[in-house]
């Protein structure tokens, strides 16, 4: 997620032509998405605010992010904002269905979304894991993502409510997790623009480079 930019030391990717720095953009509308929705979960702020948000700006807008990221040749950012791109629109439209009755009789949202949450937790887990060659700060980030659903998952099958339990629970660790996504746009706007490091992101966790 724009994390060849958090540490100026830490470059995913040569660029060969000239697109502009992507990572701002896709982690920005990643924490803002991610901010309601938390404040919705822990019962701060009313349903239904972040589903627009989630639609276009976590969703288009991270799905287009993820798009010029392939064009940059940064596979592992790519494939961040694009998947978490069509995360948003895909819960935003479980939910609407559900909202505008639209789903079929019978129809269970909390648990719908209990196994739709759970397919995503085994993909953020190998991201995670991922991260742990990239920075420090990028690694902090998925695995407070990773929290999150692990939370919301055990919040859908039990049936917490925003603000009970599991789900409570969950929306303070994606509360933590916007606020590391907004400092890693930060951080990636900055050392773009100054063309050095300015806020750190900190070294790989793991290095897996062949020494000679």
Not at 148 to 165: E, K, S
Request: glycine share 10%.
């Amino acid at each position: 997620m724009g994390l060849d930019t958090v540490d100026a030391g830490v470059r995913i990717a040569v660029e060969k032509e000239q697109v502009a720095e992507v990572g701002p953009h896709g982690l920005a509308s990643f924490f803002v998405t991610t901010f309601v929705l938390a404040v919705h979960l822990t019962n701060w702020a009313p349903d239904v605010i972040w589903i627009g948000l989630a639609v276009f700006y976590g969703g288009v807008g991270q799905f287009v992010a993820g798009m010029w990221e392939f064009k940059r040749g940064n596979v592992f950012v790519a494939t961040s904002y694009s998947s978490y791109g069509c995360y948003w629109m895909g819960v935003a439209m479980l939910m609407l269905l559900d909202k505008l009755g639209l789903a079929p009789a019978g129809f269970d949202s909390m648990k719908a979304l209990g196994w739709f949450l759970s397919a995503f937790l085994v993909f953020n887990t190998y991201m995670t894991f991922l991260t742990l060659l990239l920075s420090k700060v990028a690694f902090l980030t998925f695995f407070l993502l990773e929290l999150f659903f692990v939370f919301l998952v055990i919040g859908c099958f039990r049936n917490d409510a925003p603000g009970h339990g599991w789900t409570a629970a969950s929306g303070y660790a994606l509360l933590l997790t916007s606020l590391a996504a907004l400092y890693m746009s930060a951080a990636s706007m900055f050392n773009t623009l100054a063309n050095r490091t300015v806020l750190w992101g900190g070294s790989p966790l793991l290095n897996l480079s062949k020494t000679q």
